[in-house]
């Protein structure tokens, strides 16, 4: 079981560029594990932490509906954003500047083969971040992501997840609110969830928050929690 994982920073990419720069990484761990198997060969297989903002872009699942979009073409090009229907799980969703979107691309065999573990233990790091900054998180169930006062009628997601998973290798991953710009939101129906609100930490905290500095410490959290050798 390799736990080596390389992280990367690809910085602000379009999201059109990033997705097939994740689906030739996950293409090639996947084909290496087809290949061990045909050849009972045990050949390590490589991790990646890529994290990266997005331009703004809403993002459609496969199990999601094209009305959850409030947008025409024109509105979109008004608000200079991009629309793309994508092969992870869940519903719409929008990325862009100040929001750490997380794009592991695991084979879950060096780690554990739980599908549903897995999107916990993100969770994990993601409220063990927000406790970082004393902002109080946990979660919705039912739901996935990372909520804050989820037991009430106050509820509000501040992280949104939609992964995907072959041969147990992951790729797609999180969207977490540092200081995104949420009036991008009210243009959709989050997640297929018209009856609860987003926020971010800079609007919890009231000030913007060092991108770079989240991200470090979120880092950490998720090779803790995974056992992970980060490089």
């Known amino acids: 079981m390799n736990k080596k994982v390389e992280f990367i920073d690809w910085g602000l990419v379009?999201?059109?560029?990033?997705?097939?720069?994740?689906?030739?990484?996950?293409?090639?761990t996947v084909a290496l594990k087809t290949q061990n198997r045909t050849n009972n060969t045990q050949l390590e297989t490589p991790n990646y932490l890529v994290f990266c903002e997005h331009p703004h872009v809403y993002t459609l699942g496969k199990s999601g509906k094209p009305e959850n979009l409030l947008l025409d073409e024109q509105a979109l090009l008004n608000k200079q954003a991009t629309y793309y229907k994508i092969n992870r799980g869940g519903d719409i969703t929008y990325h862009g500047p100040?929001?750490?979107?997380?794009?592991?691309?695991?084979?879950?065999?060096?780690?554990?083969?739980?599908?549903?573990?897995?999107?916990?233990t993100l969770e994990e790091a993601v409220i063990l971040t927000l406790a970082d900054y004393g902002i109080?998180?946990?979660?919705?169930?039912g739901f996935t992501g990372v909520w804050l006062d989820a037991d009430n009628d106050k509820a509000r997601k501040i992280c949104a997840m939609g992964v995907r998973c072959s041969?147990?290798?992951t790729m797609h991953g999180f969207a977490f609110n540092v200081n995104t710009d949420l009036d991008y939101f009210k243009n959709i129906v989050p997640c297929g969830i018209d009856d609860k609100d987003v926020t971010s930490m800079q609007r919890?905290?009231?000030?913007?928050?060092?991108?770079e500095e989240v991200k470090g410490k979120l880092k950490q959290h998720i090779a803790a929690l995974f056992n992970m050798e980060l490089h």
Do not use: C
């Not at 109080?136 to 169930?141: C, F, I, K, N, V």
């Open 136 to 141: 109080a998180s946990g979660r919705y169930d």
């Open 167 to 169: 041969r147990w290798v």
């Open 14 to 28: 379009d999201y059109q560029e990033a997705w097939p720069k994740q689906e030739v990484i996950f293409d090639q």
């Open 98 to 120: 100040g929001q750490i979107v997380g794009y592991p691309i695991l084979d879950l065999d060096n780690f554990f083969t739980d599908i549903h573990l897995y999107l916990r």
């Open 204 to 211: 919890e905290l009231g000030y913007k928050l060092d991108m």
